[in-house]
């Protein structure tokens, strides 16, 4: 009987980080990419719950009243995420995928967020956490779907995927989409209009679109 080896979640998306030094935009999309793939994992159109993380093994989530959104440690036996419990839940929720993107890059963060004269090593790491969060609550794609239906209101859409309202802005002005007012480009040609046969032929701009960019 042949056994097939299934790897954890854990492991999934420790297997996507480059085995090598990477740019500080490397490690954003390498956090984009362990975002999708973990939400293909879960596999639950509701989006990413905390019960998706508390049925891991070796994990354990507590909430706290502490001075900070959260923090996350191993313990010797298990990972420990904890969180504030006197954060609303909406923020509880961000801050638990922000603290799963720490556990996720444990042993890698080296290679993966290098100190420059910009950032430091520590703070892009806080970057790359949000960054993840933001893209496992509120995908690029169900983001865009939800606006080219007409959800645009950064309240309805913070209470669509289950976010904070702040949240939305930043993953909006992520993708563009908080460039509400369109610049419409310039004409790309010109029509001929009557002209005597005794003058040189004149034209006149070609009428621009009035049709907005669909960000569907």
Request: proline letters at 4%; hydrophobic letters at 40%; one cysteine or more.
């Amino acid at each position: 009987m042949t056994h097939t080896y299934k790897p954890s979640v854990l492991t999934s998306l420790r297997a996507i980080i480059p085995q090598r030094d990477a740019s500080f935009l490397e490690a954003l999309r390498t956090a984009e990419t362990q975002a999708a793939k973990l939400t293909d994992l879960i596999g639950d159109e509701r989006g990413i719950l905390e019960h998706h993380l508390t049925e891991l093994p070796r994990l354990v989530v507590i909430r706290e009243n502490i001075p900070v959104s959260g923090m996350s440690y191993w313990n010797g036996r298990q990972w420990v995420i904890v969180l504030s419990v006197k954060e609303p839940a909406v923020r509880q929720r961000f801050t638990l995928l922000h603290e799963f993107k720490h556990i996720i890059d444990h042993g890698h963060a080296g290679h993966l967020y290098r100190t420059t004269h910009k950032l430091t090593g520590a703070d892009q790491a806080e970057a790359a956490a949000d960054y993840f969060a933001g893209c496992a609550l509120v995908s690029k794609r169900s983001l865009k779907a939800a606006w080219g239906n007409g959800m645009q209101r950064v309240a309805d859409l913070a209470a669509h995927f289950g976010v904070s309202e702040p949240a939305i802005r930043v993953r909006l002005a992520q993708t563009g989409l908080d460039k509400t007012d369109d610049v419409l480009p310039r004409s790309r040609c010109a029509r001929p209009i009557h002209t005597s046969r005794y003058e040189r032929q004149q034209f006149i701009r070609a009428p621009q679109s009035t049709r907005q960019r669909s960000y569907a």
